[in-house]
T-cell receptor
Framework: ELKVEQNPLFLSMQEGKNYTIYCNYS?????LYWYRQDPGKSLESLFV?????AVKQEGRLMASLDTKARLSTLHITAAVHDLSATYFC?????????????FGTGTRLQVTL | GAVVSQHPSRVICKSGTSVKIECRSL??????MFWYRQFPKQSLMLMAT?????????EQGVEKDKFLINHASLTLSTLTVTSAHPEDSSFYIC????????????????FGPGTRLTVL
């Protein structure tokens, strides 16, 4: 059974600081997704990582994937209050014919002034 | 592009009644649709996967007779919560995957806005 763990579960950081959220998973997969969820809302897609060594950046967020280490990171640079949300990674347990996402535990990010 | 809608966005019902939630892909055909449940402050848990025209595949621990899924067309899937009870109160989110288009496999899932179910 695929297990996906994120840490930290909760992160309070000051505006302007940098931090990294980690996503570890237990089986081989080269497809990983990052999502953002605001309170009471559904998921917003942030990044799609489809190969080992993939790195993608959008604004203050950068995601990377190391399939050998079964690790993805979401790096936040110079945080701003608008980034406060819960962030989920999700690993695609793709069998070649079917796709199934297993979500991480989520990291609740609170950016304070 | 890749917009998924859900209806209703919020529903309150009495215990023992059935509730139907619709999930539609608005600008693409979805060979596969997924239903997730999310309890407060928890992650998303996959309930079932449905392919158009065939029976849904349920995850372990999800009652098939309680959560009826119908994927009648390439743009519509429905989840019916039968004889709902307060413990079924949750945020239900669907997603849709386009499948293969032009020989390329699109496995990314596009998520609907969610339906908040409250059972009194």
């Amino acid at each position: 059974e695929l297990k996906v763990e994120q840490n930290p579960l909760f992160l309070s950081m000051q505006e302007g600081k940098n931090y990294t959220i980690y996503c570890n998973y237990s089986t081989t997969s080269d497809r990983l997704y990052w999502y953002r969820q605001d309170p009471g809302k559904s998921l917003e897609s942030l990044f799609v990582l489809l190969s080992n060594g993939a790195v993608k950046q959008e604004g203050r967020l950068m995601a990377s994937l190391d399939t050998k280490a079964r690790l993805s990171t979401l790096h936040i640079t110079a945080a701003v209050h608008d980034l406060s949300a819960t962030y989920f990674c999700a690993v695609d347990d793709y069998t070649g014919t079917a796709s199934k996402l297993t979500f991480g535990t989520g990291t609740r990010l609170q950016v304070t002034l | 592009g890749a917009v998924v809608s859900q209806h209703p966005s919020r529903v309150i019902c009495k215990s023992g009644t059935s509730v139907k939630i619709e999930c539609r892909s608005l600008d693409f055909q979805a060979t596969t649709m997924f239903w997730y449940r999310q309890f407060p402050k928890q992650s998303l848990m996959l309930m079932a996967t449905s392919n158009e025209g065939s029976k849904a595949t349920y995850e372990q621990g999800v009652e098939k007779d309680k959560f009826l899924i119908n994927h009648a067309s390439l743009t519509l899937s429905t989840l019916t919560v039968t004889s709902a009870h307060p413990e079924d109160s949750s945020f239900y989110i669907c997603s849709a995957a386009p499948g293969v288009i032009g020989g390329y496999s699109y496995n990314e899932q596009f998520f609907g806005p969610g339906t908040r179910l409250t059972v009194l």
